[in-house]
């Protein structure tokens, strides 16, 4: 069982950025592919960013790549998502997701995760 735990969320002006925070209990976090998704209200979940349990590799959805970046310090059992130039249509609820895995792979599915964290609210203002 791994819980998440996302902090870093909350209102910034357009143009602004984030860093939004997913510290995982498990401690083979080396283990876990990582990712983040958001929701916003009325919408389907979708996929943001993604990456893989060394770190190596990562995936960002085209809406977000030029102005988000995905990291994991396995060290301290815990993915970032940095969001810089921010704008009104990212506002939403983030999650992060865990999935424990022998591969080197990225997943960008929301299904291939069994693991979840509650959320954290990302507003942004116009």
């Known amino acids: 069982q791994v819980q998440l735990l996302e902090s870093g969320g909350g209102l910034v002006q357009a143009g602004g950025s984030l860093r939004l925070s997913c510290a995982a209990s498990e401690g083979t976090f080396s283990r876990i592919a990582m990712g983040w998704f958001r929701q916003a209200p009325g919408k389907d979940r979708e996929f943001v960013a993604a990456?893989?349990?060394?770190?190596?590799?990562?995936n960002l959805a085209d809406s977000v790549k030029d102005r988000f970046t995905i990291s994991k310090d396995n060290a301290k059992n815990t993915v970032y998502l940095q969001m810089n130039s921010l704008k009104a249509e990212d506002t939403a609820v983030y999650y992060c997701?865990?999935?424990?895995?022998?591969?080197?792979?990225?997943?960008?599915?929301?299904?291939?995760?069994?693991?979840w964290g509650q959320g954290t609210q990302v507003t942004v203002s116009s």
């Open positions: 997701a865990a999935r424990p895995t022998l591969s080197g792979n990225y997943y960008v599915t929301s299904s291939e995760y069994p693991y």
């Open positions: 990456i893989s349990k060394s770190g190596g590799d990562a």
